[in-house]
Structures are given as C-alpha cells and as structure tokens.
C-alpha cells in the first residue's frame, strides 16, 4: 500500500527545489539511440541515476553516458542483447548492485520486423516476441525483486497494436499487443506494493527504426490527426511523468504518444 509517509517526502524533495527523481535509480533497455536514448537524458535531466542496455551500439551508448556524466549526472551503459535472458537478468541484478537500488524501470528496447503476414519466418517470429515481449516480461520479474513502494515499471508498446492502419504489421502489432495485457497483470499483481506499471504507446516517432524522412514517413504521418511524426523527446516526457510524482496513482493504464495515429 502506497503511504502518505512517500507522498510527503516526495512533496518535500520538490518544494525543497529537489529535482523530481533526486535519488532514484533507472535502467532504461535500448538507451543507446532513439527513444530510449531520449528518455536515459530526461529521466537524469531529473536528476535520476541512469543505467541504459544497448545490444551492439556500444559507441552511441558511451556518448549517452558521457552526455549524463558532463551535466553532473551518474549514468552507466551495459551491453544486455534483450533477446538473451540471462543478458537480462545480469543487467538488472548489475544496476542494482551498482547504484545500490531500483526504482524505476523503462521497457524500450524493441524491434520492428514489418511485411506481408505471409512471409513472416519462424525465424523473424521467435527474434521478435523474444525481444519485444519475453523480455520485458523478463526484465519486469527480475526488477520486481528489487522495487519497493514507489516502483515504476513504463513499457514501451505501440500504436500499430491499437489500429493496425496499414498491411505488414501482424508480428510487430502481435508483440506489442502482448505487453498491454503484461502491464495490466504487473499493475494488478504489484499494486499492493505501490509498484506501478504502465504502457506508453508511441506514433511514428522519428528515430532509426523509423525515419521522417523514410519511404512510408508520409503515409505515417498521414495517419495521425495531427499530421505529423513526433519526437523521441515527446515519449521521453511521458515517460518522465510517470516515473515522476505525476505517476503516482497511474497504474495499469496504456497513455499514447501518437499524435491521434489510433482516434
Ligand atoms: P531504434 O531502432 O532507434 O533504437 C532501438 C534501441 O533498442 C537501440 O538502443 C538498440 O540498441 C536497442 N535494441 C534493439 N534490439 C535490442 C536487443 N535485442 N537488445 C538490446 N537492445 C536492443 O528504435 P526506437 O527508438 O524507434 O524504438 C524504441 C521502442 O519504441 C521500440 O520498442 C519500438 O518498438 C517502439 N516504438 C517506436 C516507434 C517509432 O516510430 N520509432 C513507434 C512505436 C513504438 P543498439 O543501439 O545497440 O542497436
């Protein structure tokens, strides 16, 4: 059960002129570019200690790291391939024993396999749920035994598992689907704990899994109310929410970043 004793703590850090996540610890999966690198800065932007997994970037990671450490931040860059489980349990007992706890973690790291349902292998299935559903399911187990009162879990969906607007997303909007239901048994199961879980589901963001400027930008767009791809930082400042006191009492619930891609 979440107390009043947190709420009031959490109260004093801010009206002391604290920053909102002074004190936490985060592992962010996949930090090393896009979304994922956007939300590593935000979260240490408010002032939380950062771990980050990449599977092979290990350049872009260092540069996450450097980029925390120069604004006075603590960060740490561990290579975890999402698809290897005890890759995943290593990076979680790793950060905990690093920075001493865990208080927030952000499912991001994903792929995105798109084509005609046909063609899917067997191959593309198991690379794709391992990555984008075993291992959050994963990461959320080992985290769970390091959370306590306050625990964040944010999971990273998507827009293509709420509309699936165009052919060629089955094994993509497949495993993104999987992680509603994920969220919901987490918030349900560790509610008690005052652990919260939530899902963020980004539009076409533009990243290097799916360029503005790519060959399906403009239909993408196009999808949107807003007519426009959105920014990593737009998911970032969601997740922050969350992870911050704004989260408090949001738990279970799935927040879309998509520009109206789903209305
Ligand atoms: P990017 O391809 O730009 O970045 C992917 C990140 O995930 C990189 O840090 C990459 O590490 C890491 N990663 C990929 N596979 C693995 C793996 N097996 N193990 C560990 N890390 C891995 O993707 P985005 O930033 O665009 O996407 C981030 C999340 O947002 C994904 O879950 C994606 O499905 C979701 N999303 C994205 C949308 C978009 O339009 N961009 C829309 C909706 C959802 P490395 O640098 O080492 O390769």
Same mark, same amino acid.
């Given at each position: 059960m979440m107390t009043t004793a947190t709420t009031m703590a959490t109260t004093a850090a801010a009206a002391s002129g604290g920053r909102p996540l002074d004190g936490k610890v985060a592992l962010v999966t996949g930090g090393s570019r896009g979304i994922g690198e956007a939300t590593a800065l935000r979260l240490a932007a408010d002032g939380a200690a950062v771990a980050l997994t990449y599977q092979s970037r290990e350049d872009r990671a260092e540069q996450v790291v450097k980029r925390i450490e120069q604004a006075g931040g603590r960060a740490w860059a561990v290579r975890a391939d999402s698809a290897d489980p005890e890759a995943v349990w290593a990076s979680v007992a790793g950060v905990a024993e690093r920075f001493g706890r865990l208080d927030i973690l952000v499912n991001n790291?994903?792929?995105?396999?798109?084509?005609?349902?046909?063609?899917?292998?067997?191959?593309?299935?198991?690379?794709?749920?391992?990555?984008?559903?075993?291992?959050?399911?994963?990461?959320?187990?080992?985290?769970?035994?390091?959370?306590?009162?306050?625990?964040?879990?944010?999971?990273?969906?998507?827009?293509?598992?709420?509309?699936? @607007?165009?052919?060629?997303? /089955?094994?993509? +909007?497949?495993?993104? $689907?999987? *992680? !509603? %239901?994920l969220t919901k048994a987490l918030a349900r199961e560790l509610g008690?704990?005052?652990?919260?879980?939530?899902?963020?589901?980004?539009?076409?963001?533009?990243?290097?899994?799916?360029?503005?400027?790519?060959?399906?930008?403009?239909?993408?767009?196009?999808?949107?109310?807003?007519? @426009?791809?959105?920014?990593? /930082?737009?998911? +970032?400042?969601?997740? $922050?929410? *969350? !992870? %911050?006191?704004?989260g408090r009492y949001i738990t279970g619930a799935s927040i879309a970043v998509d520009g109206g891609f789903a209305v």
């Open positions: 790291a994903g792929v995105g396999v798109l084509g005609p349902f046909e063609g899917i292998t067997l191959e593309d299935v198991d690379r794709v749920l391992r990555t984008n559903v075993r291992a959050p399911f994963l990461a959320a187990q080992a985290a769970a035994g390091h959370l306590t009162e306050g625990g964040r879990i944010i999971t990273i969906g998507s827009c293509m598992a709420e509309r699936v @607007a165009f052919p060629g997303g /089955s094994l993509y +909007a497949t495993s993104k $689907a999987a *992680l !509603a %239901g008690p704990r005052g652990i919260t879980a939530n899902l963020v589901t980004p539009g076409p963001i533009d990243t290097e899994m799916n360029p503005a400027d790519g060959e399906s930008a403009e239909m993408q767009a196009g999808l949107t109310a807003l007519g @426009a791809y959105g920014q990593a /930082s737009d998911v +970032a400042a969601t997740v $922050a929410h *969350l !992870a %911050g006191e704004g």
